[in-house]
Structure formats: structure tokens, C-alpha cells
């Protein structure tokens, strides 16, 4: 059964980094678009950054271009999401997902995800 969990959350302030970690297992990433969605509080889970099944092209929202990057590991089974000048609107709980299906058309849609991992909270505050 394939099954991925957050972590790396934690509390900072801003203007700091964090990197956070998916770690699958039961199944490998590869063949699968991967993505990084966050949850802040009252709001609806959205999209952070995603890459393709071929890992070939990333994607991310721009709220946070030139300040996340995501990355995957095949060696490790292990997605990244690496988060530099951390603002406090970055504050959520992020959720990796995984997806056999996903196109790149709908790599920011959370319904054409198939696996979601347990959240990881990040709190940016001073």
C-alpha cells in the first residue's frame, strides 16, 4: 500500500528557511506527479508546487516563485520542498501528494491526486 508522510514543519520567523520532506513508502515515486499542496487556517488546501510524472517540468504557484523550489530524490523515494524568505502568509499545514494519473494540466487540482501524506504544520512568525 502506497502511503507518503510529511516533515519539517516547525516554527520560525521570517525571512528564515525551512525544507520539508515526503518520504514514500510501499511504492515508488517514479511514474507519479508529484506536489506540495498548504492548508492555512479557514482556507481550502491549494497548490504550492508540483512535477510532472516524467519529473521533466515543475510548476509552482507564484506566490512563491523565486522563494520555494521542489525537488525529488528517487534514490531516496523522497520529494523536498525547500522554502527560503518565509513570509507570514506562508503559514499552514503542507500536505505532499502523489498521483499516477495526474497530467499537467491538472497538477494543481488536489482532486487528481490519488495518495496525500500526513501535514506537516509551518508557523512563520516573529
Known amino acids: 500500500r502506497f502511503s507518503c508522510r510529511a516533515s519539517g514543519g516547525g516554527l520560525v520567523q521570517p525571512g528564515d528557511s525551512l525544507r520539508l520532506s515526503c518520504a514514500a513508502s510501499g511504492r515508488t515515486f517514479r511514474s507519479h506527479a508529484v506536489a506540495w499542496f498548504r492548508q492555512a487556517p479557514g482556507m481550502e488546501r491549494s497548490f504550492v508546487a508540483g512535477i510532472n510524472r516524467s519529473g521533466g517540468k515543475i510548476y509552482s504557484t507564484d506566490s512563491v516563485k523565486g522563494r520555494f523550489t521542489i525537488s525529488i530524490d528517487n534514490a531516496r523515494n523522497t520529494v523536498y520542498l525547500q522554502m527560503n524568505s518565509l513570509r507570514p502568509e506562508d503559514t499552514a499545514v503542507y500536505y505532499c501528494?502523489?498521483?499516477?494519473?495526474?497530467?499537467?494540466?491538472?497538477?494543481?487540482?488536489?482532486?487528481?491526486?490519488?495518495?496525500w501524506g500526513v501535514g506537516t504544520l509551518v508557523t512563520v512568525s516573529s
Open positions: 501528494a502523489a498521483g499516477p494519473s495526474v497530467i499537467s494540466s491538472n497538477l494543481a487540482s488536489r482532486t487528481a491526486y490519488a495518495y
